[in-house]
């Protein structure tokens, strides 16, 4: 894809070189993002939403490449459970990504794409950059940091490192680390993308070609992570794609195949393989306990937040047990926090699709 | 690789054509097959043992390209659980396959090979083929037919398709349908392997290029279906590959990931991608109940065999649930079945590994 910015996304440099955890500093950093409400006269009214890998700052505004609305748009707006009359929401595209905030598509000081260049960043380094935009934005204390996925942990993140900056932490269908199995599903589609001759040792910014096989093979092995077998099933069983009978070749017989070629073809027109690598090598450095001292009760001793753990009982990729080690942890150290594992047929994709019970879980929680 | 067969595989050409389920026959169909131990005078001590997807033949000797003992010799051998000194095995390669039986590297009448030329094949076309060589090797009724996996399903197949041909049935760690998720995952596989330009439409034998960089991402992504999420944690958890620290590049970190890669590298050494495609499709197609009006039980109706069904607890590519509805289904027919849900950490994986309780139940069906 393209390195232009979506026109109507609000774009913020920040003024002083951003610290990573590799000892590395990125200079002028910016930031693409959204705004949603108005924030109060004494700025006690901010939300934060982090977005999950291939999510992006458009959680309730309309995409500017799909012209689809915002991946959280039933959650966030006027009257919704997340109440723009009421909230001043934020919402970052994450520094590595690819929707205005520096990544790997970004100029070096000469001009050039950094591409492989660019440094290999963490959560903490996403959420570094984000508290630095709140600075910037004049918001000390969020009422509440929001996220789902990725963005769970960069919320688990944010509270951990940053503990006076949000009253509440809500972080749903997330984990406090990445498992083996997780990291090797994202070492799939790392590999599926290298594997590209297009890729081209992640220089191919201008060249007209771009991995779109490689990254478009890594979404779909991605993409059955985020459904459950019961809900694949629901949707698609052995269903055949407009037609009687099996073709005995290797057309997309089944709808599921069909669906999973959709997915892989529709995800390279608003993502960018590079940006793809470098988040999910964050996510697999993803270690809140690590960073702590091993011990995750650790990252989380004498927080004032409040917190609010939601888990699905169909996700697989972060299953309940996940949740319920922060919720053991936070417990360890007398932290108020509140869990729910909510029933949903949609596997690890719930936190986006119509579960109304997630509804009244953030909305009570945001009381 | 090579088309070469491997050399201390008997061969044999079927006289007739061999029908299959597309409506297409397939001449001078060759299958390369291993035995061990001697037929008896009344060949009724025969067994036959199906290879799984990327199984082979040389389930109890030394494979001619890797020179690893065969993949199942802890279990086949003298007094062993399927004991050689008592029993006569048969193990032959699944036509479509790359290990001397007829497929996709195999020639056509000009000497060109038949690349996607080679047509789609059924689970049931594999034991037809099969069929075929017990009647040319004189073998009438077997005394036993076994398999794992896609082994599993070939051996259920048989008992559906050719009733009289076996006493016994052992199918273990398998399905009587591919789920829309297994579709998927193949899916994803056939994806790779077509993404990759070396694959060239399947006509790349000859050009010294194969696809095997799409070849071993579909290895990577199926390998992590054949393990446990515990077991993963188990063997490898976070644990990083021959470093102190994370490197904050794109290297293999972490061990899994270094055990991927090398699962998929190793893998394009002895396996040939058309192949890949084409026992995928295979599986994919593979619904036994389809097969039979739609009822499951129809498929056994009057089976004059005995079962045994065995499940591996954390195996979900094909969990115990898909077993149970095997059993079910030869409950309704009042067919003798045994069944039993092993407990052991390997996932999918388990049938091929060092599962003690499978070699007694093994030995005890077989007894």
């Known amino acids: 894809m393209a390195t232009d910015l979506a026109p109507h996304s609000t774009r913020l440099v920040l003024d ?95 001009g050039k794409p950094l591409g492989m260049g660019f440094p290999v960043i963490t959560i903490r380094d996403m959420v570094r950059a984000q508290v630095a935009l709140l600075d910037a934005l004049g918001i000390g204390r969020l009422y509440a940091v929001v996220g789902g996925s990725m963005g769970g942990m960069l919320a688990l993140s944010l509270a951990a490192n940053f503990p006076e900056r949000a009253e509440r932490v809500l972080a749903i269908a997330t984990t406090a680390r990445h498992s083996a199995q997780n990291i090797a599903f994202h070492e799939v589609g790392r590999q599926a993308i290298m594997a590209d001759p297009n890729w081209q040792s992640g220089e191919y910014y201008g060249t007209g070609k771009a991995p779109d096989a490689g990254l478009a093979v890594a979404r779909m092995a991605a993409h059955i992570t985020y459904l459950s077998e019961a809900g694949l099933t629901e949707k698609f069983g052995r269903r055949l794609q407009d037609r009687e009978a099996k073709s005995f070749g290797f057309d997309a017989d089944f709808q599921v195949e069909s669906y999973l070629r959709y997915q892989g073809l529709s995800f390279v027109d608003r993502f960018d393989a590079n940006s793809y690598l470098y988040i999910t090598r964050a996510m697999d450095y993803f270690d809140l306990a690590e960073e702590h001292g091993g011990k995750l009760a650790d990252a989380f001793r004498g927080t004032p937040a409040r917190f609010c753990l939601v888990s699905f009982d169909t996700d697989w990729l972060y299953p309940t047990s996940e949740s319920r080690n922060v919720v053991h942890a936070l417990n360890a150290v007398a932290a108020p926090v509140s869990f729910v594992e909510l029933s949903a047929p949609y596997g690890h994709d719930s936190f986006l699709l119509d579960v109304p019970a997630l509804d009244r879980v953030i909305k009570g929680f945001l009381e």
Chains 1, 2 share one sequence.
């Not at 990573?20 to 939403?49: K, M």
Request: glycine share 12%.
């Open 16 to 110: 002083a070189p951003l610290p990573l955890d590799s000892g590395q500093a990125l200079d002028r950093v910016e930031i693409a993002y959204e705004t949603y409400g108005t924030l109060n006269a004494d700025g006690s009214n901010a939300i934060l939403i982090f977005h999950a890998l291939t999510g992006d700052q458009y959680v309730a505004s309309q995409h500017p490449r799909t012209g689809k609305p915002g991946w959280w748009s039933r959650m966030v707006g006027p009257g919704k459970p997340i109440d723009t009359d009421r909230f001043h929401v934020v919402c970052a595209n994450v520094i590595g990504g690819c929707l205005g905030s520096t990544g790997p598509a970004s100029a070096d000081a000469q």
